[in-house]
C-alpha cells in the first residue's frame, strides 16, 4: 500500500457570507458519524480535539499512551486516528504507526500523526511509518475540523472511473 502523505499548513481566513459558510460546511460534512481515536499523552491536546470535534456526530475516543492506543485501534477500528509522535513509554507513535500499517487488520486506517517538532526529519519518519498526514502543533481548532471532514469524506466517496461515460 502506498502511503500518501500532505504537510498541513494554516490557511489564511477568507471572507465568505453565510450562505457560503453554510454550503462549504454541508460540502465537507461525511455523510454518517465515524470513529475517531486520539493517541495523545497531553491531557490538553486531547481536550482541545475533543472540543474541536463537539459540534459533530463522530464518536471520539482517546488513549494517553502509544500501547493503549494500539490495542485500541486494533478493537474499535478507528475511521481516522489522530497519533502524536513524542509519547512516553514503550511506545511511541512512530512505533505505534509503523505496528498499525504492519498488521493486516489495520493497515488500512487513515493516521494523522500530530507532532510539534515540523522538521523535515521528523516528516520523513512519519511518512516512512505509513502516516497518511502530518499536522504540526499547534493547530487551530477550525483547521482540525477541516482537516477531519475533508478527510472523512474523502475515505467514504467512492473513486471516480475517469473512463466512464
Known amino acids: 500500500m502506498a502511503a500518501h502523505w500532505a504537510f498541513i499548513e494554516e490557511a489564511k481566513p477568507q471572507a465568505r457570507s453565510n450562505n457560503a459558510n453554510v454550503a462549504h460546511r454541508a460540502c465537507l460534512s461525511p455523510p454518517m458519524a465515524s470513529k475517531i481515536l486520539v493517541i495523545e499523552d497531553q491531557a490538553e491536546i486531547r481536550r482541545l480535539i475533543r472540543w474541536s470535534l463537539a459540534e ?8 494517553p499512551n502509544g ?5 485500541m485501534a486494533q478493537t474499535l477500528r478507528p475511521d481516522l486516528i489522530y497519533l502524536d509522535v513524542m509519547m512516553p513509554g514503550e511506545l511511541d507513535g512512530i512505533a505505534v504507526c509503523q505496528q498499525l500499517r504492519q498488521d493486516p487488520a ?7 500523526v500530530l507532532s510539534a517538532d515540523a522538521s523535515q526529519d521528523n516528516k520523513a519518519r512519519a511518512l516512512a511509518a505509513g502516516a497518511n498526514f502530518f499536522l504540526p502543533k499547534p493547530f487551530s481548532p477550525a483547521k482540525l475540523l477541516e482537516l ?8 467514504t466517496q467512492a473513486p471516480v472511473d475517469p473512463e466512464a461515460p
Open 148 to 155: 477531519t471532514q475533508v478527510l472523512l469524506r474523502n475515505k
Open 56 to 63: 459533530t456526530d463522530h464518536q471520539v475516543q482517546e488513549a
Open 67 to 71: 500501547s493503549l492506543g494500539l490495542a
Open 106 to 112: 489495520t493497515a488500512g486506517l487513515l493516521i494523522v
